[in-house]
Antibody, heavy 118, light 112 residues
Framework: EVQLVESGGGLVQPGGSLTLSCAASGFIFSGYWMNWVRQVPGKGLVWVSQ????????RYTDSVKGRFTISRDNAKNTLYLQMNSLRDEDTGIYYC???????????WGHGTLVTVSS | DVVMTQTPLFLSVTPGQPASISCKSTQSLLNTDGNTYLHWYLQKPGQSPQLLLYDVSSRFSGVPDRFSGSGSGTDFTLKISRVEAEDVGVYFCMQGLHYPLSFGGGTKLEIK
């Protein structure tokens, strides 16, 4: 059974930093592209970032470019999102999602809540 | 950037009746490989989103055949032939062709 477990969320002041982790199990992690998706509770979904299987390709939504860094450790079956210079609008639940193929996200974690507030 | 627009925002359906959700994109989602990368998700109350349909009309593993998808180019539709109580939640379309990837705003389905 595929499992994705996010951690690392919390309350942080504007301008602060957080690193999210996503521990994967139940599938060959190194064989799949991975994504981060944000959701303000009760609102819509926003794609944040994506990484290919070996980490050589990364993509970001414009609002986080230069501030967020996605990475992965295939030996540890873990995906990361380093978040710097956090803003109020970065607040939300961050989901880790496995990419089945062509950006159809077939498994999602339970999410970790990031709150940026002074 | 590609904007995805879903209608209606809200659906209230009697069990056993059909339901339909529209999703329109501002750019064609037809790839040069001949495939169209439009996907549908359902987020049940208190849960993470789950994949329902990929590539317009292909049902993901375990998805009942009462769910179907159609459309091409920029106009797409998700249909539920006979709504059941377990179908409640928010439905999102998503385009998987152009970066940044983008989702529709969601359609909330409730049971009458």
């Amino acid at each position: 059974e595929v499992q994705l477990v996010e951690s690392g969320g919390g309350l942080v002041q504007p301008g602060g930093s957080l690193t999210l982790s996503c521990a994967a199990s139940g599938f060959i992690f190194s064989g799949y592209w991975m994504n981060w998706v944000r959701q303000v509770p009760g609102k819509g979904l926003v794609w944040v970032s994506q990484m290919n299987t070996d980490g050589s390709i990364t993509r970001y939504t414009d609002s986080v470019k230069g501030r967020f860094t996605i990475s992965r450790d295939n030996a540890k079956n873990t995906l990361y999102l380093q978040m710097n210079s956090l803003r109020d609008e970065d607040t939300g639940i961050y989901y880790c999602a496995k990419d089945r193929e062509w950006n159809s996200l077939d498994s999602w974690g339970h999410g970790t809540l990031v709150t940026v507030s002074s | 950037d590609v904007v995805m627009t879903q209608t209606p925002l809200f659906l209230s359906v009697t069990p056993g009746q059909p339901a339909s959700i529209s999703c329109k994109s501002t750019q064609s989602l037809l790839n040069t490989d001949g495939n169209t990368y439009l996907h549908w998700y359902l987020q049940k109350p208190g849960q993470s989103p789950q994949l329902l349909l990929y590539d317009v009309s292909s049902r993901f593993s375990g998805v009942p055949d009462r769910f179907s998808g159609s459309g091409s180019g920029t106009d797409f539709t998700l249909k539920i032939s006979r709504v059941e109580a377990e179908d409640v939640g928010v439905y999102f379309c998503m385009q998987g062709l152009h970066y940044p990837l983008s989702f529709g705003g969601g359609t909330k389905l409730e049971i009458k």
